[in-house]
């Protein structure tokens, strides 16, 4: 999934994919309840289907499911490129299959029957922590834009320069004018939207 970034307001919605429509139900009213705006889903591939996946801030998954499980929903989700914050809904047996969840990434699990006010607490975490993965998101493309516009020569200018070769090593490496080396780091500079290489490196970490 690739979030909309383009957008200046967050995700608000909260998703819960649970087959129990039971369970479903009670968690649509227990978030409504508290302001918040639910969308449910019986099933994993339901929710793959749904014509914008992307307007959800927090996923709330049951973790064993008929068919795709929870976290093979998250681990598709993660290889299509973006999957928010997920809080994994487990039974009393599943715990140790949960924490297994916690080291691909998920922000936590809670154990039916849920404690309503932590339940609604780790949902919120995770609608914020959708907001700072989406700006990260957004910078790291925005990067990666801007680094595919420098020709093949301006990008073996700034490897070089960002490797901490002077002007003039970098001319001579290239049989190029020093004159020309310092056209290509201007030109690198103004497409990365940094005034210098400190600059660039710090851009570049991020």
Not at 70 to 82: H, R
Not at 94 to 121: C, H, R, S, Y
Request: hydrophobic share 45%; with cysteine; glycine share 8%.
């Amino acid at each position: 999934m690739r979030p909309d970034t383009r957008s200046n307001t967050p995700p608000t919605q909260i998703a819960i994919v649970d087959d129990d429509m039971a369970v479903c139900d009670a968690l649509k009213w227990l978030f409504a309840s508290r302001g918040h705006k639910i969308a449910t889903f019986d099933s994993a591939d339901a929710f793959l289907a749904d014509e914008d996946p992307g307007r959800f801030g927090c996923l709330l998954l049951d973790l064993r499911m008929p068919g795709m499980g929870g976290i093979e929903l998250m681990q598709t989700l993660q290889a299509q490129g973006y999957c928010p914050p997920v809080v994994f809904l487990t039974g009393h047996g599943d715990v140790p299959q949960a924490v297994a969840a916690l080291k691909l990434g998920a922000m936590d699990f809670i154990e039916k029957p849920f404690d309503d006010n932590a339940l609604v607490g780790l949902a919120e975490r995770c609608l914020q922590a959708d907001i700072e993965a989406r700006s990260h998101y957004s910078q790291r493309n925005s990067v990666k834009e801007r680094l595919a516009d420098l020709t093949p020569r301006e990008r073996e200018v700034m490897e070089l320069f960002m490797a901490g070769r002077l002007n003039k090593q970098i001319a001579d490496g290239l049989s190029i004018s020093m004159k020309t080396v310092e056209v290509h780091r201007a030109r690198v500079l103004e497409k990365m939207g940094v005034k210098s290489a400190v600059e660039l490196a710090n851009l570049l970490k991020g």
